[in-house]
Nanobody
Framework: QLQLMESGGGLVQTGGSLTLSCAASGGSVSNLAMGWFRQAPGKEREFVAAISWHGDTQYYRDAVKGRFTISRDNPKKTISLQMSSLRPEDTARYYC?????????????WGQGTPVTVSS
């Protein structure tokens, strides 16, 4: 069973930067799209970014375009989310996810999440 573990969350000031990482274990990531979702307190989970198996296709929610960059290293089975120009509305728990279908509304595999807090 594929397991995903996030790291890199924390507290940052508005305008600051943070990089989240995710390591996969216990299974293959071959042919899997990987991505990030987030959930803010009292709100529903929402898509943030996704990257295809080959890394040649990325998708972002409009609110993070130009500020967030997703990348992956298949031999190491890791993905990253570089976040810059952070805003208080980016505060949420960020989840690493994976699925065969990059367009799936909810991905099949989920990590436990890592918290990101952006102070104003």
């Amino acid at each position: 069973q594929l397991q995903l573990m996030e790291s890199g969350g924390g507290l940052v000031q508005t305008g600051g930067s943070l990089t989240l990482s995710c390591a996969a274990s216990g299974g293959s990531v071959s042919n899997l799209a990987m991505g990030w979702f987030r959930q803010a307190p009292g709100k529903e989970r929402e898509f943030v970014a996704a990257i295809s198996w080959h890394g040649d296709t990325q998708y972002y929610r409009d609110a993070v375009k130009g500020r967030f960059t997703i990348s992956r290293d298949n031999p190491k089975k890791t993905i990253s989310l570089q976040m810059s120009s952070l805003r208080p509305e980016d505060t949420a728990r960020y989840y690493c996810t994976a699925d065969l279908d990059i367009h799936a509304p909810i991905y099949q595999y989920w990590g436990q999440g890592t918290p990101v807090t952006v102070s104003s």
